[in-house]
């Protein structure tokens, strides 16, 4: 079976636990299952620990998601301006089109009344 590459930015377990000294030194193995420790050794605070770990991996996927979202941001803003743009061009094309044929027609209308002057009685 091909496995993923190994992603550099994921701190392993051991880098977590023991500090990133210790990847150095202990490198990656399987894990065994857990064995009961002899009586007056400290068991870990396992809540610490996870505590630790959460956070840690919180703080690195935030990092992504910020860039995420910033690029996500931008791409709907740029979208959205596009169509606000698109739709102003039309009213306003519309507007001065409007606008074009009453001064057209008021400008024809005059010099007409010019050229034609009423007749008078």
Known sequence: MNQPPFDQGIP?????????????????????P??????????????????????RILHQVQGKIDHLLEERIAHVLQTALQNALIGMRGALRED???????IVAHAVSHELGHLHPPAQY
Do not use: F, K, N
């Open 96 to 102: 001065l089109q409007q606008s074009l044929e009453q």
């Open 12 to 32: 392993l377990l051991t880098e977590v636990l023991l500090g990133p000294e210790a990847a150095e030194v202990a490198p990656a193995m399987p894990v065994e």
């Open 34 to 55: 857990a064995v009961e420790l002899p009586p007056g050794v400290v068991q870990p605070d396992w809540d610490a620990i996870e505590q630790r770990l959460t956070q």
